[in-house]
């Protein structure tokens, strides 16, 4: 009887993780040279999300690239820096806002916001110094963050 017992909680709490990664969001970000906003864009360019969603960054057209910005990311995720002309996929664990630009197009104004669950580091990401166009996206991107509470 104990045989049984251990076998049906290992089936109730497998269906229980799968469930639960059933239930996280996927958002695809295309990397573009041109888009509704613009040259040199990601699309969209704003995300609300949950913890456990994933952003795959897909390379629409060539020359692109993701990477995290250095004082933009919340306590425990992880920088990254992806290829160029590659898919990248992240997992978004860590609340807080995610500030993601494309390395060569940054200045031109190549940049993304990720809002996962509570803003906890609203403050220090939005004080982070921005070069060229990026200064007034990110400007327009932080208020459509707040707008979204």
Do not use: W
Not at 7 to 26: I, P
Not at 77 to 97: C, P, Q, R, W, Y
């Amino acid at each position: 009887m104990k045989m049984k017992t251990l076998l049906a909680t290992l089936v109730l709490g497998t269906a229980v993780a799968f469930a639960g990664a059933a239930g996280a969001e996927e958002f695809e970000v295309k990397m573009l040279n041109k888009g509704e906003k613009g040259v040199m864009v990601f699309e969209p360019d704003l995300i609300l999300a949950a913890p456990g969603d994933t952003v795959r960054f897909v390379p629409t057209d060539k020359g692109h690239n993701a990477e995290t910005i250095k004082g933009m990311l919340p306590e425990g995720a992880e920088h990254f820096k992806s290829k160029f002309n590659e898919e990248f996929v992240m997992t978004l664990d860590a609340e807080g806002i995610y500030g993601i630009k494309c390395t060569p197009h940054y200045a031109m104004g190549m940049v993304a916001l990720i809002r996962v669950g509570e803003p906890v580091n609203f403050a220090e990401a939005e004080a982070v110094k921005h070069p060229g166009k990026a200064k007034k996206v990110y400007a327009e991107l932080f208020g459509q963050a707040v707008a979204s509470n």
